[in-house]
C-alpha cells in the first residue's frame, strides 16, 4: 500500500467509486480491528489490576463520557453529509467556511457540557449510582476529570467528519487506531506507575487532546482554506437537529441497561455483563466499517439523483454483512462458554455464558440495520431513525426494568436484543416504504438466499457439537470450521455473482493501486 500523503486526490470520482469504496472499508476495519485484539489481550489484565468494582466504575465512565456528546448536536454527522455533498459537486471552495462553522459551535457546546457534566457529578456519584462508599471518592474525581475531554471529543468531531466526506480514511485509521489501542494500553501503564483511576482517566484525556491536534492539522492540510469562517449553522442545524435526538434518545437506549443493572443488582454484575457486551459488539467493527465509508457515498449518490446505484450498494452491503457477520455470530453462540472460560475464567463462563449468546444474536440483527440506517441518514432523511428511538424508548424502558428484576442480567440481554429487533424492522420498513427500495431486490441479489444458508448451517452446526459434546474442545472446533467451509464454498458459487467474485480477487490489488 502507497504512503500516506496528505494531498488530496480528485474528490468527484474517489467519492462513490466501488474500488476505493472497498479499499476504504477494508482501512476502517484493520484500524478498528488491532485496538479490538489489544483490548481482548488486557481487559483480564485490567480486571485484574483494578478489580471488579473499578472496572465496573471504569466501564460506567466510558458511558457517562459517551453520552454527554449529546451536546455535539448532530454536527458531526451533518459536516460529514454537506461536505461530500459539496466535494461531490466540485464546491471545495465552500468546505471550509462550512467546517470552521461546526468548529466554532462545538467549541461553544462542549464547554456547555463540560459546565453540565461537572455539575450534576455528585448526584452521580452519591444518588444515582450504586457506588461503595470506599470508591466514591475516586469515582467523584475521575468524573470531573471526564468533564475536559468533552469539548476535546465535540470539536474531533468536525475535523474528522470532513477527512470522512473526502473519503481520506487512510488518515483517519492513521490517527484513531493508534489512539483507540492505548485506551486499552494505558490503564496498564496507569497500574504499572501505581496509578489509580482517575490517573488513567488523565492519562487516556492527553491521548484525546493529542487526537485533536492532528486532525487540525490535516484539515489545514487538505483544506487549506480552513482558516475563513462562514455561517453555516443553520444549515448544520437543520440537519443535525433529528441527529441530536438520536444523540439523545440513543445512548440511553444502548447504556440503560447497564445502569438499570448498577441499580437494581450490583456493580459487580455490571461487569459479568459488560465484558460480554463490550466483547461481541466489537463486531460491530464490521458494518460500521463499511457504513463510515458508504455514508458520504449515499450522499453524493442522493445529490446527483443516482437512485439504482444507490440500491445497488443497499443491497450488496447487506448481503456482505450477513455472510460475514452470520458465520461469526454461529461461532460466538456455539462456544460461548468456552471463549469465556479460556479468556477471563470460569467464574465469568458460569455468569456470563447466556449474555454473551443472546447478545450475539441482536448484534446481528443490529448490524444489519446499520445498512438501512445509514441509507436513510445520507439521503436527508434523520428524522426517522429519530422517531423511532423515540417510539422505542418508554417500551424499553418498562421492559429492562422488569427482565432484569425476572431474570438479572441475561434478563437485561434479551431485552436490549427485543429492541435492536423492532429498530431493525422499522428501519428496513421505512426504506423500503419510504425510499421506494424493493424487497425483492434483496431476492434478485441473493441475500435471502444467503439468510436461507445461514439458518441451515446453524442448524448443522448446532447438531454436530451436540453430538461431539463429549469430544475435545479441538477436535469439536476442527468439525465446526469443517462446515463454515463448505458454506464458504456454497456462497462462493451460490450467493456471490461474477462481477463479485472477481471483485473479491482483485481486493490484494487495492493496496498495490496509486
Excluded at 437512485?307 to 462456544?335: E, N, T, W
Excluded at 449474555?355 to 446481528?364: H, M, T
Excluded at 435471502?448 to 452446526?461: I, Q, T
Aim: charged content about 15%; aromatic content about 12%.
Amino acid at each position: 500500500m502507497n504512503p500516506i500523503s496528505l494531498k488530496n486526490p480528485p474528490i468527484n470520482k474517489n467519492l462513490v467509486s466501488g474500488k476505493i469504496l472497498a479499499r476504504n472499508t477494508i482501512l476502517n476495519f484493520i484500524g478498528q480491528v488491532i485496538p479490538l485484539l489489544v483490548g481482548v489481550i488486557t481487559i483480564p489484565f485490567i480486571i485484574r489490576g483494578l478489580g471488579i468494582e473499578r472496572f465496573g466504575l471504569l466501564s460506567l465512565a466510558w458511558v457517562v463520557l459517551g453520552y454527554f456528546t449529546i451536546f455535539d448536536l448532530g454536527l458531526g454527522r451533518a459536516t460529514t453529509k454537506y461536505v461530500a455533498e459539496m466535494l461531490g459537486k466540485g464546491e471545495e471552495d465552500q468546505v471550509s467556511h462550512l467546517v470552521w462553522t461546526a468548529v466554532t459551535v462545538q467549541a461553544i457546546l462542549g464547554v456547555v457540557g463540560a459546565l453540565v457534566l461537572f455539575g450534576i457529578t455528585p448526584l452521580l456519584v452519591k444518588h444515582i449510582l450504586n457506588i461503595p462508599p470506599e470508591l466514591v471518592g475516586e469515582a467523584k474525581d475521575t468524573f470531573y476529570l471526564l468533564t475536559l475531554s468533552i469539548p476535546i471529543v465535540l470539536i474531533s468531531g468536525s475535523f474528522r467528519g470532513a477527512l470522512e466526506a473526502a473519503q481520506r480514511f487512510e488518515l483517519i485509521n492513521a490517527v484513531k487506531c493508534p489512539a483507540s489501542t492505548l485506551t486499552f494500553l494505558l490503564p496498564l501503564v496507569g497500574l504499572l506507575l501505581g496509578f489509580h483511576l482517575p490517573g488513567i482517566v488523565a492519562l487516556i484525556l492527553v491521548v484525546r487532546f493529542g487526537v485533536l491536534l492532528t486532525f487540525f492539522v490535516m484539515n489545514l492540510r487538505i483544506f487549506p482554506r480552513s482558516r475563513k469562517y462562514s455561517g453555516f449553522f443553520a444549515r448544520l442545524f437543520a440537519y443535525g437537529k433529528w441527529v441530536t435526538i438520536t444523540s439523545i434518545v440513543g445512548p440511553v437506549l444502548v447504556y440503560l441497561d447497564r445502569f438499570m443493572i448498577g441499580s437494581i443488582l450490583s456493580m459487580a454484575a455490571i461487569a459479568y455483563y459488560s465484558v460480554p457486551y463490550e466483547a461481541v459488539t466489537r463486531l460491530w467493527i464490521i458494518p460500521a466499517s463499511l457504513t463510515t465509508t458508504l455514508f458520504p457515498a449515499f450522499s453524493a449518490l442522493e445529490g446527483a439523483k443516482d437512485r439504482q446505484r444507490l440500491g445497488y450498494l443497499f443491497a450488496r452491503s447487506l448481503k456482505y454483512v450477513l455472510l460475514v457477520l452470520g458465520a461469526v455470530v454461529l461461532v460466538i453462540g456455539l462456544f460461548a462458554k468456552e471463549i469465556l472460560q479460556i479468556w477471563l475464567g470460569a467464574d465469568f463462563a458460569i455468569k456470563s455464558t447466556l449474555v454473551l449468546q443472546i447478545l450475539a444474536f441482536g448484534v446481528l440483527i443490529n448490524s444489519l440495520a446499520h445498512i438501512p440506517s445509514a441509507l436513510l441518514r445520507g439521503v436527508g432523511r434523520p428524522d426517522l431513525p429519530a422517531k423511532f428511538h423515540l417510539l422505542e424508548l418508554p417500551l424499553y424502558i418498562g421492559v429492562v426494568w422488569f427482565l432484569i428484576s425476572q431474570w438479572g442480567i441475561a434478563g437485561a440481554a434479551v431485552a436490549w436484543t427485543l429492541r435492536i429487533a423492532l429498530d431493525a424492522l422499522l428501519l428496513f420498513g421505512a426504506t423500503f416504504k419510504v425510499y421506494r427500495i424493493s424487497p425483492r431486490l434483496l431476492a434478485s441479489n441473493g441475500t435471502m438466499l444467503a439468510c436461507f444458508a445461514l439458518v441451515v448451517l446453524a442448524g448443522m452446526s448446532y447438531g454436530l457439537k451436540t453430538l461431539t459434546g463429549t469430544f475435545p474442545l479441538l477436535a469439536q472446533s476442527l468439525l465446526v470450521l469443517g462446515l463454515l467451509a463448505l458454506f464458504a464454498v456454497f456462497a462462493w458459487k451460490n450467493i456471490l455473482d461474477n462481477s463479485e467474485r472477481g471483485a473479491l480477487l482483485k481486493v490484494v490489488k487495492l493496496w498495490k493501486s496509486p
